[in-house]
T-cell receptor, first 111, second 115 residues
Framework: QKEVEQNSGPLSVPEGAIASLNCTYS??????FFWYRQYSGKSPELIMF????GDKEDGRFTAQLNKASQYVSLLIRDSQPSDSATYLC???????????FGKGTHLIIQP | DAGVTQSPTHLIKTRGQQVTLRCSPK?????VSWYQQALGQGPQFIFQ???????QRGNFPDRFSGHQFPNYSSELNVNALLLGDSALYLC??????????????FGEGSRLTVL
Protein backbone atom coordinates (compact mmCIF):
# COMPACT_ATOMS: atom_id res chain seq x y z
CA GLN A 1 0.00 0.00 0.00
CA LYS A 2 1.54 3.26 -1.14
CA GLU A 3 1.28 6.00 1.46
CA VAL A 4 2.23 9.64 1.73
CA GLU A 5 2.27 11.06 5.24
CA GLN A 6 1.92 14.71 6.18
CA ASN A 7 1.33 16.54 9.43
CA SER A 8 -2.20 17.90 9.11
CA GLY A 9 -1.41 21.02 11.15
CA PRO A 10 -2.51 23.70 11.37
CA LEU A 11 0.95 25.17 10.91
CA SER A 12 0.98 28.82 11.88
CA VAL A 13 3.76 31.07 10.52
CA PRO A 14 4.18 34.86 10.86
CA GLU A 15 4.03 36.93 7.70
CA GLY A 16 7.46 37.32 6.12
CA ALA A 17 8.89 34.19 7.75
CA ILE A 18 9.81 30.87 6.12
CA ALA A 19 7.15 28.18 6.12
CA SER A 20 8.48 24.62 6.08
CA LEU A 21 6.19 21.78 5.00
CA ASN A 22 7.24 18.15 5.07
CA CYS A 23 6.09 14.76 3.90
CA THR A 24 7.34 11.19 3.82
CA TYR A 25 6.44 8.43 1.38
CA SER A 26 6.41 4.66 1.72
CA UNK A 27 6.99 3.41 -1.84
CA UNK A 28 10.68 3.40 -2.78
CA UNK A 29 9.61 3.00 -6.41
CA UNK A 30 8.16 6.51 -6.42
CA UNK A 31 9.95 8.62 -8.99
CA UNK A 32 8.22 11.99 -9.05
CA PHE A 33 6.97 14.24 -6.31
CA PHE A 34 4.55 17.11 -6.39
CA TRP A 35 3.28 19.90 -4.19
CA TYR A 36 -0.25 21.12 -4.77
CA ARG A 37 -1.93 24.07 -3.04
CA GLN A 38 -5.62 23.90 -2.28
CA TYR A 39 -7.58 26.89 -1.05
CA SER A 40 -10.71 26.15 0.96
CA GLY A 41 -13.55 25.12 -1.36
CA LYS A 42 -11.30 25.11 -4.41
CA SER A 43 -9.48 22.47 -6.43
CA PRO A 44 -5.76 21.64 -6.08
CA GLU A 45 -3.26 23.71 -8.05
CA LEU A 46 0.25 22.50 -8.90
CA ILE A 47 3.01 24.57 -7.30
CA MET A 48 6.17 22.54 -7.74
CA PHE A 49 7.42 19.16 -8.87
CA UNK A 50 10.75 17.49 -8.27
CA UNK A 51 12.30 14.30 -9.64
CA UNK A 52 15.93 14.40 -8.54
CA UNK A 53 17.58 14.46 -5.14
CA GLY A 54 18.42 17.93 -3.91
CA ASP A 55 16.77 21.31 -4.12
CA LYS A 56 14.66 22.94 -6.80
CA GLU A 57 13.81 26.62 -6.56
CA ASP A 58 11.00 28.55 -8.22
CA GLY A 59 10.50 32.09 -6.98
CA ARG A 60 9.63 32.03 -3.28
CA PHE A 61 9.23 28.24 -3.32
CA THR A 62 11.92 25.59 -2.85
CA ALA A 63 11.21 21.87 -3.08
CA GLN A 64 13.65 19.43 -1.49
CA LEU A 65 13.90 15.69 -2.13
CA ASN A 66 15.88 13.05 -0.26
CA LYS A 67 15.14 9.64 -1.78
CA ALA A 68 17.35 7.79 0.70
CA SER A 69 15.23 9.11 3.57
CA GLN A 70 12.00 9.04 1.49
CA TYR A 71 11.43 12.64 2.45
CA VAL A 72 10.08 15.62 0.53
CA SER A 73 9.76 19.18 1.74
CA LEU A 74 8.51 22.55 0.55
CA LEU A 75 9.90 25.85 1.79
CA ILE A 76 7.99 29.07 1.25
CA ARG A 77 10.11 32.19 1.78
CA ASP A 78 8.68 35.60 2.67
CA SER A 79 5.32 34.01 3.53
CA GLN A 80 2.26 36.06 2.62
CA PRO A 81 -1.32 35.82 3.96
CA SER A 82 -2.32 34.66 0.45
CA ASP A 83 -0.17 31.56 1.04
CA SER A 84 -2.67 30.40 3.67
CA ALA A 85 -4.08 27.16 2.24
CA THR A 86 -3.79 23.38 2.48
CA TYR A 87 -0.64 22.01 0.88
CA LEU A 88 -0.88 18.52 -0.58
CA CYS A 89 2.20 16.38 -1.12
CA UNK A 90 1.90 13.70 -3.82
CA UNK A 91 4.07 10.91 -5.21
CA UNK A 92 3.97 9.05 -8.52
CA UNK A 93 5.65 5.95 -9.88
CA UNK A 94 5.62 7.52 -13.32
CA UNK A 95 3.85 6.64 -16.57
CA UNK A 96 0.13 6.13 -16.13
CA UNK A 97 0.51 5.73 -12.39
CA UNK A 98 -1.97 7.88 -10.53
CA UNK A 99 -0.78 10.24 -7.85
CA UNK A 100 -0.79 9.15 -4.22
CA PHE A 101 -1.66 12.20 -2.13
CA GLY A 102 -1.12 12.90 1.53
CA LYS A 103 -3.94 14.36 3.62
CA GLY A 104 -2.42 17.81 3.36
CA THR A 105 -0.99 20.35 5.80
CA HIS A 106 -3.13 23.35 6.67
CA LEU A 107 -0.88 26.42 6.62
CA ILE A 108 -1.92 29.70 8.23
CA ILE A 109 0.14 32.85 7.63
CA GLN A 110 -0.49 35.35 10.40
CA PRO A 111 -0.40 39.04 9.34
CA ASP B 1 -7.99 29.16 -23.00
CA ALA B 2 -10.65 27.12 -21.21
CA GLY B 3 -9.40 25.09 -18.30
CA VAL B 4 -10.85 21.82 -17.09
CA THR B 5 -14.62 22.04 -16.80
CA GLN B 6 -16.82 19.71 -14.77
CA SER B 7 -20.56 19.29 -14.41
CA PRO B 8 -22.65 19.31 -12.38
CA THR B 9 -21.00 21.31 -9.60
CA HIS B 10 -23.27 19.97 -6.88
CA LEU B 11 -25.73 17.12 -6.72
CA ILE B 12 -27.66 15.14 -4.15
CA LYS B 13 -28.56 11.49 -4.57
CA THR B 14 -30.00 8.77 -2.37
CA ARG B 15 -28.45 5.42 -1.55
CA GLY B 16 -28.72 2.89 -4.34
CA GLN B 17 -29.03 5.47 -7.09
CA GLN B 18 -26.62 5.96 -9.95
CA VAL B 19 -24.74 9.14 -10.90
CA THR B 20 -22.87 10.38 -13.96
CA LEU B 21 -20.30 13.16 -13.72
CA ARG B 22 -18.82 14.89 -16.75
CA CYS B 23 -15.48 16.49 -17.54
CA SER B 24 -13.95 18.39 -20.44
CA PRO B 25 -10.15 18.56 -20.34
CA LYS B 26 -8.01 21.62 -20.82
CA UNK B 27 -7.43 22.50 -24.46
CA UNK B 28 -4.55 20.47 -25.86
CA UNK B 29 -4.79 17.76 -23.20
CA UNK B 30 -5.78 14.22 -24.11
CA UNK B 31 -5.40 12.38 -20.81
CA VAL B 32 -8.07 12.54 -18.12
CA SER B 33 -7.84 11.28 -14.55
CA TRP B 34 -10.51 11.13 -11.87
CA TYR B 35 -9.95 11.55 -8.15
CA GLN B 36 -12.23 11.31 -5.12
CA GLN B 37 -11.61 13.73 -2.25
CA ALA B 38 -13.47 13.11 1.00
CA LEU B 39 -13.72 15.95 3.52
CA GLY B 40 -10.41 16.55 5.26
CA GLN B 41 -8.57 14.04 3.09
CA GLY B 42 -6.26 14.20 0.11
CA PRO B 43 -7.54 13.19 -3.33
CA GLN B 44 -7.60 9.46 -4.07
CA PHE B 45 -6.90 8.19 -7.58
CA ILE B 46 -9.85 6.43 -9.21
CA PHE B 47 -8.67 5.88 -12.79
CA GLN B 48 -7.03 7.45 -15.83
CA UNK B 49 -8.20 7.49 -19.45
CA UNK B 50 -6.16 7.94 -22.60
CA UNK B 51 -7.21 7.22 -26.18
CA UNK B 52 -10.65 6.20 -24.92
CA UNK B 53 -9.21 3.40 -22.79
CA UNK B 54 -8.69 3.01 -19.05
CA UNK B 55 -4.92 2.93 -18.57
CA GLN B 56 -4.66 2.66 -14.82
CA ARG B 57 -7.03 2.18 -11.94
CA GLY B 58 -6.80 2.88 -8.25
CA ASN B 59 -8.31 0.88 -5.41
CA PHE B 60 -11.97 1.48 -6.20
CA PRO B 61 -14.72 -1.12 -6.72
CA ASP B 62 -16.31 -1.91 -10.06
CA ARG B 63 -19.24 0.32 -9.13
CA PHE B 64 -16.99 3.10 -10.36
CA SER B 65 -16.68 3.12 -14.12
CA GLY B 66 -15.72 5.62 -16.73
CA HIS B 67 -15.57 6.50 -20.35
CA GLN B 68 -13.57 8.78 -22.59
CA PHE B 69 -14.97 10.13 -25.83
CA PRO B 70 -13.14 10.90 -29.10
CA ASN B 71 -13.05 14.60 -28.18
CA TYR B 72 -11.16 13.61 -24.98
CA SER B 73 -14.03 14.51 -22.67
CA SER B 74 -14.82 11.95 -20.00
CA GLU B 75 -17.57 10.64 -17.74
CA LEU B 76 -17.42 9.02 -14.34
CA ASN B 77 -20.30 6.73 -13.42
CA VAL B 78 -21.00 5.43 -9.94
CA ASN B 79 -23.65 2.75 -9.45
CA ALA B 80 -25.43 1.62 -6.30
CA LEU B 81 -24.41 4.71 -4.38
CA LEU B 82 -23.37 4.35 -0.74
CA LEU B 83 -23.27 7.03 1.95
CA GLY B 84 -19.46 6.75 1.85
CA ASP B 85 -19.43 7.88 -1.78
CA SER B 86 -20.21 11.42 -0.61
CA ALA B 87 -17.17 13.43 -1.66
CA LEU B 88 -15.75 15.96 -4.08
CA TYR B 89 -15.01 14.28 -7.40
CA LEU B 90 -12.15 15.92 -9.21
CA CYS B 91 -11.30 15.58 -12.86
CA UNK B 92 -7.73 16.35 -13.91
CA UNK B 93 -6.21 16.57 -17.35
CA UNK B 94 -2.65 16.33 -18.59
CA UNK B 95 -0.96 16.34 -21.98
CA UNK B 96 0.19 13.20 -23.78
CA UNK B 97 1.51 9.84 -22.78
CA UNK B 98 5.13 10.82 -22.31
CA UNK B 99 4.42 13.85 -20.18
CA UNK B 100 4.70 13.35 -16.48
CA UNK B 101 1.15 12.56 -15.53
CA UNK B 102 1.63 14.10 -12.11
CA UNK B 103 1.53 17.58 -13.62
CA UNK B 104 -2.23 17.76 -13.46
CA UNK B 105 -4.71 20.53 -14.11
CA PHE B 106 -7.79 20.04 -11.95
CA GLY B 107 -11.34 21.13 -12.55
CA GLU B 108 -13.38 22.71 -9.75
CA GLY B 109 -14.99 19.38 -8.98
CA SER B 110 -18.44 17.90 -8.59
CA ARG B 111 -19.61 17.70 -4.99
CA LEU B 112 -21.76 14.62 -4.50
CA THR B 113 -23.90 14.15 -1.41
CA VAL B 114 -25.51 10.76 -0.86
CA LEU B 115 -28.42 10.67 1.59
Amino acid sequence: QKEVEQNSGPLSVPEGAIASLNCTYSDRGSQSFFWYRQYSGKSPELIMFIYSNGDKEDGRFTAQLNKASQYVSLLIRDSQPSDSATYLCAASGGGADGLTFGKGTHLIIQP
Amino acid sequence: DAGVTQSPTHLIKTRGQQVTLRCSPKSGHDTVSWYQQALGQGPQFIFQYYEEEERQRGNFPDRFSGHQFPNYSSELNVNALLLGDSALYLCASSPGTDANTGELFFGEGSRLTVL
